[in-house]
């Protein structure tokens, strides 16, 4: 694979080098946080949830919150969403901003080994035929699903959408999909006192099953668009 040149992005991409290096900045720390979290998370979990998911911002464990609020009373919701903003909306749109900059050789396979990696070029292959056939709202049910957003916004970046309808979409997106969690949660604690475990994990087993049938069905619609031609090397 080969490095690509700053030069050679400078004269491609459509947005501005300063802009471009601050969302490659905040790109890799998307990536690093989380990775750096896993240690942390048994103390976390037990004792620091909105900063587990300031860390790791994962539908489980805004379910966690969202089921300790109902049992203990806290964390707040608004403390669970101000941790759920720095990697789950700041940073998402940084990668949309980061597809933008290195959209064609992304499409190539050329781009930085650590954007290779970090956006599998299958998984991105098929968030951009989902996008290609059902629009920016694609965005909205990503969030609720079990489609990784980063992915989704970086491919969304290469393609030629609007920046802003899809960036509103993913907003809708993002919180939606942190009320449908965090009120998950509420409920799966409201079931936790009023009928026990068994009640709760029966309730988790459907959140989850749901999860996993959307994912499916995007991935169907993802299977239904024809794969675009690769572009040629020059």
């Not at 980061?98 to 599998?120: D, F, I, K, M, T």
């Not at 991105?124 to 989704?152: D, N, S, Y």
Request: no cysteine; net charge positive; aromatic share 8%.
């Amino acid at each position: 694979m080969t490095a690509l040149t700053e030069s050679s992005t400078d004269r491609d991409s459509p947005v501005a080098p300063w802009l471009r290096r601050t969302a490659v900045t905040v790109a890799i720390l998307r990536y690093v946080i989380p990775l750096l979290a896993v240690p942390l998370i048994p103390f976390l979990i037990a004792n620091r949830v909105p900063l587990l998911v300031l860390l790791r911002p994962q539908k489980e464990f805004l379910l966690l919150g969202g089921g300790q609020l109902r049992v203990l009373g806290e964390p707040s919701v608004a403390l669970l969403f101000a941790a759920y903003v720095p990697l789950m909306i700041v940073a998402i749109w940084a990668f949309f901003a980061v597809g933008r900059s290195y959209g064609p050789a992304l499409r190539r396979g050329e781009g930085p080994a650590w954007l290779q990696r970090a956006l599998p070029p299958r998984q991105l292959e098929i968030a951009q035929r989902v996008l290609a056939h059902r629009g920016p709202f694609i965005a909205v049910l990503g969030r609720i699903a079990a489609l990784p957003p980063t992915v989704l916004a970086a491919a969304a970046g290469v393609s030629d959408v609007p920046a802003r309808r899809y960036l509103l979409a993913d907003l809708i997106g993002a919180l939606a999909g942190f009320g449908i969690a965090v009120g998950a949660g509420y409920a799966l604690g409201r079931a936790y006192e009023e009928g026990g475990v068994w009640l709760t994990v029966a309730g988790v087993a459907v959140f989850v099953g749901l999860i996993v049938l959307l994912t499916r069905w995007i991935r169907r619609e993802a299977a239904a668009v024809p794969p675009e031609p690769i572009e040629p090397m020059n």
